[in-house]
């Protein structure tokens, strides 16, 4: 499925393309890309996040300088709790966007999450020095930061085959 969502975007963001040639680029969302990113924001929702993903990679397909997309493959990654991969797409975004409180929010629980609560206070500065007042973003992180750090699990190896189970009926 991956594989045909992608090839959809690249042919329509070659239809895309060729019109806009010669274009400059502005800040109009790409009607195209604006459906690929609700498509992965449904995904999301619905708890798919290598689904968000694909479309999210679409939407880039169509738009790569969509900063929504890069979130959106952020918070994917988010959800499956791979924070390494979502601070690169955090990082992304913040690259076009640099004042996007959501990817600083985001950045700083994955930055969080790998144990690099110095650079997570660095943003949650960023964010209080964007918001003049009253801000929801700085104070969800002021609290993942407070937050005690959860345990980091490792699984169990064993050099033991296993067992089948056997069960008399």
Same mark, same amino acid.
Request: hydrophobic share 50%; aromatic share 4%; proline share 8%.
């Given at each position: 499925m991956r594989k045909v969502l992608i090839a959809g975007a690249l042919l329509l963001a070659g239809t895309a393309a060729s019109v806009a040639?010669?274009?400059a680029r502005d800040d109009t969302p790409n009607p195209v890309a604006s459906r690929w990113l609700a498509i992965?924001?449904?995904?999301?929702?619905?708890?798919?996040?290598?689904?968000?993903?694909?479309?999210?990679?679409a939407a880039l397909a169509v738009d790569p300088k969509s900063a929504p997309a890069f979130i959106g493959i952020a918070r994917a990654y988010d959800?499956?709790?791979?924070?390494?991969?979502? *601070?690169?797409?955090?990082?992304e975004a913040l690259a076009l966007q640099p004042n996007?409180?959501?990817?600083?929010?985001?950045?700083?629980?994955?930055? *969080?999450?790998?144990g690099a609560t110095a650079r997570a206070r660095v943003? /949650?500065?960023? *964010?209080?020095? /964007?918001?003049?007042?009253?801000?929801?973003?700085?104070?969800? /992180?002021?609290?993942a930061l407070a937050?005690?750090?959860?345990?980091? /699990?490792?699984?169990?190896?064993s050099n033991?085959?296993?067992k089948p189970?056997?069960?008399k009926d």
């Amino acid at each position: 499925m991956r594989k045909v969502l992608i090839a959809g975007a690249l042919l329509l963001a070659g239809t895309a393309a060729s019109v806009a040639v010669g274009a400059a680029r502005d800040d109009t969302p790409n009607p195209v890309a604006s459906r690929w990113l609700a498509i992965g924001e449904q995904a999301l929702d619905a708890k798919h996040p290598v689904d968000a993903i694909d479309a999210f990679e679409a939407a880039l397909a169509v738009d790569p300088k969509s900063a929504p997309a890069f979130i959106g493959i952020a918070r994917a990654y988010d959800a499956q709790a791979l924070p390494g991969r979502a *601070i690169r797409y955090y990082r992304e975004a913040l690259a076009l966007q640099p004042n996007d409180l959501g990817a600083l929010e985001g950045q700083g629980k994955a930055m *969080i999450a790998r144990g690099a609560t110095a650079r997570a206070r660095v943003n /949650l500065d960023r *964010i209080k020095t /964007l918001c003049k007042g009253e801000c929801p973003a700085a104070k969800r /992180l002021e609290m993942a930061l407070a937050a005690p750090p959860l345990p980091v /699990l490792h699984p169990i190896a064993s050099n033991e085959p296993t067992k089948p189970v056997v069960t008399k009926d």
